[in-house]
């Protein structure tokens, strides 16, 4: 399965990028991180920042998103590595040329007060194209994963049409079920749940129900399966944290949603968190271990078309729509 790209619609890279610099470590995607994902097929991702309850978000860390993301992406650039992506044209140029597509992304808009001119300065001063409105807990855009309930605010309302308009692809991972409802129905173009897992392999509360999984696939939307040890298997659960736990998470999301409508949103977390804080899922411990997730699903009898599509193909068809 070498020959068919891999696109890994979440990665915490620039989450990473920062908190190394934060703590004085050298850090750069170059040297850090692309290596590892040339390693395991993945010819694109979509790389996030994050600021985790407790962290300062305001507005001098998006000053420093805008510098840093855009330095270290046009960096890796200028070396010839990778590209970035500021559409969906833009992909295959990528692999063409054979760079890794890198996708400019924030998760959780907190930080932007509620002020949707950040949300314009984001999009055109650090590259924006992939947006999570709200991180676990609320913000003035609505409800998140582990808030009050809430759904969308007016503003949130207002920031997804911002977003529509201008070209970016809404995420709505961490949002409450409540405001994942009010995206949906609110959306004008497809959006996407970039790391979740099915409920019916394991629920944590917080995977995705078979209702909801057919719900994004019938709003031609896209749901990403991903790698978290707690979000497929019991903590402590060791036997099953693992690459055949995953392949049965990946498998109902595709037999649910359909083999258009599921992308890998892989979300390794070793580079961010102690073994013993994060031990990773075995025989898929981080990116250079991808191709085994392409060759499982050989080996369940999918198709070289649907692996294509959902390890490259269904992530460029929506973010292509979504920022044409
Ligand atoms: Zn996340």
């Not at 992304?105 to 949300?119: F, H, P, Q, R, V």
Request: net charge negative; with cysteine.
């Amino acid at each position: 399965m070498k020959d068919i790209p891999v696109f890994d619609i979440h990665a915490d890279l620039l989450m990473d990028l920062f908190r190394r610099r934060e703590n004085g470590e050298p850090c750069s995607l170059a040297a850090n991180h692309l290596p590892r994902l040339s390693a395991g097929g993945i010819r694109g991702a979509v790389i996030v920042d994050c600021r985790m309850a407790g962290e300062s978000a305001g507005h001098e860390h998006l000053e420093a998103f805008i510098r840093t993301a855009r330095a270290e992406i046009l960096d890796t650039e200028n070396k010839g590595i990778a590209k970035c992506i500021l559409s969906g044209k833009d992909i295959q140029k990528a692999l063409d040329e054979g760079r890794i597509a890198l996708v400019s992304a924030y998760e959780g808009l907190k930080a932007t007060g509620g002020n949707l001119s950040w949300i314009k300065r984001l999009y055109s001063e650090a590259f924006l194209r992939v947006a999570v409105l709200t991180h676990n807990d609320d913000n003035e855009y609505g409800g998140g994963a582990l808030g009050s309930g809430q759904g969308l605010s007016q503003l949130g309302m207002d920031a997804l049409e911002l977003m529509n308009k201008l070209g970016i692809l809404v995420d709505m991972a961490h949002a409450s079920p409540k405001t994942r409802q009010d995206i949906l129905m609110g959306s004008e173009k497809p959006v996407m749940l970039s790391h979740t897992s099915s409920a019916a392999i394991y629920n944590t509360g917080r995977n995705l129900s078979n209702i909801e999984l057919r719900q994004i696939a019938d709003h031609g939307g896209l749901v990403g399966a991903m790698t978290s040890p707690a979000a497929i298997a019991a903590p402590g659960d060791r036997q099953n944290q693992s690459l055949a736990r995953y392949m049965e998470h990946l498998v109902n999301m595709i037999n649910v949603a359909g083999t258009e409508h599921v992308g890998l949103g892989l979300h390794f977390c070793e580079y961010l968190y102690s073994r013993e804080e994060y031990p990773p899922i075995q025989k898929l411990e981080d990116a250079s271990k991808t191709g085994a997730i392409l060759d499982a699903l050989s080996k369940a009898g999918f198709s070289k078309n649907d692996i294509y599509k959902i390890a490259w193909g269904n992530f460029v068809r929506v973010f292509s729509e979504s920022c044409p």
